[in-house]
């Protein structure tokens, strides 16, 4: 056993969080005793970077029922819960996470659960593997595949790819039907919302609300803004979601012309420099900026302390920049992910889709010999979560009759 974490004093206040999440992750727990009777990752050591949340842990448990040994650290320096990692360590589980942590101790941690070497990597961004690439390559000939969560590490990932550079298989958990559509959408509509509530406490209601990015990401934002009576605002590079944007309902427009109207600004597009120097130069006085992509780059820090003649920490994961043109802006959780680092992440009910893509991705892994390159989420596999999600909430479905099924399948018959 080997762990670093915060304090090990607050495992039973982690317990109880994930004893919670573990009665609102149903799907997860019926692959739990699946796994429990079958065994089927008996001896295979999986390295995680993934936000160390009490969701997760109902993972870590879950795959080491499965006969599993596990190392994680976390994938954000300020998403890690201190009580759930205090709870991982306890129960023997080897957990090198805490919250406030310095990027050279962040990389560390990620090169303490490379010394387990792990044969299955699970990633959330991309940073596990991509220091593995770098400066572990001697450890790829035992891996035998990983697991990528998010949107940002995908498209990291597929760059890889497309460069030759990608050296062994990684399942698309993110573009999992089961994931994206309800994970992206409304986990990070109603979390990213949790966090600036709990951040400023400020009424959403009648306040012009900046989306940034309509992806899955995005969508969801906007419609739960929408949804307590802020009047949305759309920023998109992408004619297509910009134009579907529209058609929701919503004002698109540049975001030169955005940061003029803007009350409240959420960056959801997984890119650098969405809010740069010149946007908040136009911005209200007393404007608030938060991010909920991946990384902190979509609002250039740099360019924003140019800009001002002083900071200060007003409230938990609020600072107020005074701008030397007499304005200020609030900036949220340090431009990291406002969902995780002011509140808890998404929900369990949601997570439970996504995780369970996750176990069923390492066992497909252990299964299945993969050449090095992006792979999709099986169709069974995720056509199977559904059901069982569906059949977890009392709901049944109708059913294709053999004529209908034919039906479809075939050219033949026409009008």
């Known amino acids: 056993m080997a762990y670093d974490v915060k304090d090990i004093n607050l495992a039973e206040n982690g317990r109880l969080k994930i004893e919670w999440a573990e009665s609102h992750m149903p799907v997860l727990m019926e692959i739990r005793r699946e796994f429990e009777n079958e065994k089927p990752l008996e ?70 659960v490379l010394d387990h070497k792990p044969q299955i ?20 000939e035992n891996i035998k595949g990983g697991c990528e969560e998010t949107t940002t ?33 409304y986990g990070t509509g109603q979390s990213t919302i949790d966090g600036i509530l709990r951040a400023t406490n400020v009424l959403i209601a009648g306040k012009n609300f900046i989306v940034s990015g309509y992806g899955w990401c995005g969508r969801g934002i906007a419609s739960k803004a929408r949804g307590m009576g802020a009047n949305v605002i759309v920023t998109e590079v992408d004619p297509v979601k910009a134009l579907e944007a529209v ?31 010149r946007h908040i130069e136009r911005m209200k006085n007393n404007a608030i900026i938060a991010n909920s992509g991946h990384f902190n780059v979509e609002i250039n820090m740099q360019e924003l302390e140019n800009l001002s003649r002083g900071k200060e920490k007003i409230r938990e994961n609020v600072e107020k920049y005074t701008l030397k043109n007499g304005g200020n802006i609030y900036l949220l959780a340090e431009g990291r992910l406002v969902n995780l680092a002011a509140a808890e992440g998404h929900p369990s009910e949601v997570m439970d889709m996504s995780f369970a893509n996750q176990a069923l991705a390492v066992r497909y892994l252990t299964e299945n010999k993969l050449e090095p390159g992006v792979h999709k989420i099986p169709k069974e596999i995720d056509e199977g979560i559904a059901r069982l999600k569906l059949k977890t909430m009392g709901i049944v479905i109708d ?17």
């Open 247 to 277: 058609m929701d309902g919503f004002r698109v427009m540049p975001m030169d012309k955005a940061a003029e109207l803007g009350d409240i600004f959420v960056t959801a597009t997984g890119d650098v420099d969405v809010i740069k120097g």
């Open 43 to 112: 001896g295979i050591q999986i390295g995680f970077a993934l936000h160390v949340t009490k969701e997760t842990a109902v993972l870590v448990r879950t795959l080491m029922a499965g006969g599993a040994k596990i190392a994680i650290t976390g994938c954000n320096p300020l998403s890690t819960q201190d009580d759930v990692a205090a709870s991982l360590a306890k129960e023997g589980i080897d957990i090198y996470a805490w919250r406030g942590e310095t990027v050279d101790e962040y990389y560390a941690n990620i090169k303490k």
């Open 121 to 140: 990597t699970i990633d959330d961004g991309g940073d596990l593997i991509f220091t593995i690439h770098k400066e572990r390559p001697e450890l790829i």
């Open 153 to 185: 590490g995908i498209m990291r990932l597929r760059a890889m790819e497309r460069d030759g550079a990608l050296k062994y298989p990684v399942m698309d958990v993110n573009d999992a039907k089961t994931k994206h559509l309800f994970d992206n959408r």
């Open 399 to 415: 059913q294709l009759s053999k004529r209908q099924k034919e039906y479809i399948e075939s050219w033949s018959e026409g009008t």
